[in-house]
């Protein structure tokens, strides 16, 4: 099975503009969850999407949002970035198994400036 | 809640020399644990898990952990490192049975293995 991509890799954006990162997650997984990394605060969660609907929220502004569609592909936006915006956007999909155990993508790497 | 404490930030260790990776966890619930690994410009791999039945896990690269219901700990180990162990490493933990897959890191551990 192909793993968990994410487009794009890399990205740099100026203040103020927004970004849109998107996750297609492994074939049959209709969990996606997406997470910040950053040096400061480690990782944190976003928010999780299952069949479309979002059903878990982290502590994060509403400048933070997301959806998923049909085919359980995900994308997460950000608007009016910031300084501190700028991190490491990891995916994660689960094929609900026990447990929960989650594949990760290799991140979207975004700067902003 | 769930919070995630791993002691180190950093354990440099020699190569050959065996490792022990140290993570205390505190949740009101039942949950699952997790060790994730992370090289550099990637994303995580996951290294091993405990959902429930034998304290004595073990994972991939020869990897292994042991859950500690009495000191809420699940401690990684791993007998001989080889350079290539070399990574950050992440102690996580998601609830039981709360219809969310939502993990929940420590602030990660970063292995050096000197030749």
């Known amino acids: 099975k192909a793993g968990v991509t994410q487009t794009p890799r890399y990205l740099i954006k100026t203040r103020g503009q927004q970004v849109t990162l998107s996750c297609s997650p492994i074939s049959g997984h209709r969990s996606v969850s997406w997470y910040q990394q950053t040096p400061g605060q480690g990782l944190q969660f976003l928010f999780e999407?299952?069949?479309?609907?979002?059903?878990n929220k982290g502590n994060f502004p509403g400048r933070f949002s997301g959806r998923q569609f049909s085919n359980s592909r995900s994308e997460m936006n950000v608007s009016t970035l910031e300084l501190g915006d700028s991190a490491l956007y990891l995916c994660a999909t689960s094929g609900g198994t026990s447990g929960g155990e989650q594949y990760f993508g290799p991140g979207t790497r975004l700067t902003v400036t | 809640a769930q919070s995630v404490t791993q002691l180190d930030s950093q354990v440099p260790v020699f190569e050959e020399a065996p490792v022990e990776l140290r993570c205390n966890y505190s949740?009101?619930?039942?949950?699952?644990l997790f060790w994730y690994v992370q090289y550099p410009n990637q994303g995580l791999q996951l290294l091993l898990k405990?959902?429930?039945?034998?304290?004595l896990v073990k994972g991939i690269n020869g990897f292994e952990a042991e859950f500690n219901k009495s000191q809420t700990s699940f401690h990684l180990r791993k007998p001989s490192v080889h350079i290539s162990d070399t990574a950050e490493y992440f102690c996580a933990v998601s609830p039981y049975g709360a219809g969310s897959y939502q993990l929940t890191f420590g602030k990660g551990t970063k292995l050096s293995v000197i030749p």
């Open positions: 999407y299952f069949s479309e609907t979002q059903r």
């Open positions: 405990y959902l429930s039945g034998s304290t």
């Open positions: 949740s009101s619930v039942s949950v699952y």
